[in-house]
């Protein structure tokens, strides 16, 4: 069975400092992976997704993760964060050879203060 | 062009009456999802559709849980009788159906509060 745990549920920054949103994953076949985005009472919005070929993956509005096969870790990253970035993320897996199911990490909040 | 939508964005209700949920996927999506969003926690998927059939809805609570999509577009999901543990965000998703990996695009959800 698959499962995503994403290390912290809340990460305070300061605008236009550096943050790295953490994720790892656990499953017995090949992934595909994937970040989203939710702003408060909005749907998700996806941020970026690995599915194969180079594991620095490049998203919108900055964000860029990278795919760690022997860590199984998938974490997101962004050099300078705005105030618009304050948002829960998602990180998420589905497997390779089965349909569109997505499992889910819990989300981390990111809080970006001035 | 027009995203997912869904009807209504919020519902109050008393526990043990029904309750349903619309969604109308992006033009073209032949796959529709329905998720569970708990209150702190990631969505779960309760049921996958291509067009018209339930291709995996072994998360859907069927003693209470229903969900039709007639003529492979529209869907709804209904909760008859609804229990106070229902309470949550009900979100709908659509992709184009054809590859593996493909982006699922979400609605603003149905945030449900049974009392």
């Known amino acids: 069975a698959q499962s995503v745990t994403q290390l912290d549920s809340q990460v305070p920054v300061f605008e236009e400092a550096p943050v790295e949103l953490r994720c790892n994953y656990s499953?017995?076949?090949?992934?595909?992976l994937f970040w989203y985005v939710q702003y408060p009472n909005q749907g998700l919005q996806l941020l970026l997704k690995?599915?194969?070929?180079?594991?620095l993956v490049k998203g919108i509005n900055g964000f860029e993760a990278e795919f760690n096969k022997s860590q199984t870790s998938f974490h997101l990253r962004k050099p300078s964060v705005h105030i618009s970035d304050t948002a829960e993320y998602f990180c998420?897996?589905?497997?390779?050879?089965?349909?569109?199911?997505?499992?889910f990490g819990q989300g981390t909040e990111l809080s970006v203060k001035p | 062009e027009a995203g997912v939508v869904q009807s209504p964005r919020y519902k109050i209700i008393e526990k043990k009456q029904p309750v349903a949920f619309w969604c109308n996927p992006i033009s073209g999506h032949n796959t529709l999802y329905w998720y569970l969003q708990n209150l702190g926690q990631g969505p779960e998927l309760l049921i996958r559709?291509?067009?018209?059939?339930?291709?995996?809805d072994s998360q859907l609570p069927k003693d209470r849980f229903s969900a039709e999509r007639l003529k492979g577009v529209d869907s709804t999901l209904k909760i008859q009788p609804a229990e106070l543990g229902d309470s949550a965000v009900y979100l709908c998703?659509?992709?184009?159906?054809?590859?593996?990996?493909?982006?699922?695009?979400f609605g603003p959800g149905t945030r449900l509060l049974v009392l």
């Open positions: 559709y291509e067009n018209e059939e339930a291709v995996d």
């Open positions: 690995y599915l194969s070929g180079s594991t």
């Open positions: 998703a659509s992709s184009l159906g054809r590859v593996r990996g493909e982006t699922q695009y």
């Open positions: 499953s017995s076949v090949s992934v595909y």
């Open positions: 998420a897996v589905s497997e390779r050879n089965q349909g569109g199911k997505l499992i």
